[in-house]
């Protein structure tokens, strides 16, 4: 007894086509053809990758943000932290020698808020990459799209 795909009782043939030539087919003559693009960067129909690279423009900038805030403003109160001594011990637990009174403008606030900053940037970091990847492909994308517009026009 042979397999056959189609369903029980049906003897005629089966009429299913394999995908490359329905797609083919199904294709539409005005939209962008993507085909001589390779397929790390093959930008897909019904996307704005003028908004996706803006976007990962907008995290890009996040991360250069940050790391400059940690490297240029923040640098000073992450070196003043790293002492070792006793007094430094106290305030790191939130005491101070002094009664918890700290009036040099917020200084353990300021020394605090740097440690939760420190890396921060590295959560924006991929965004870069990203970028570059949306850079190529919005080039392909604008490339066809410029194309398939002066084929639908003549």
Known sequence: MTSNPTAIGDTSPSTIQPAHETSASVEISDSPSFRNVPWPVRPSLGINYNFVSIMYLVGSSMALLFYALEKQVLAPLLVEGEDTNDENALIA????ADGGANDEEGGDAWKEF??????????????????????????????????????KKN
């Open 93 to 96: 637990s939130n005491e101070s």
């Open 114 to 151: 740097a440690k939760g900053m420190e890396g921060m940037y590295f959560i924006f970091v991929p965004f870069i990459p990203c970028l570059a990847w949306s850079l190529i492909v919005r080039y392909y994308w604008l490339r066809e799209t410029i194309v398939s517009q002066e084929k």
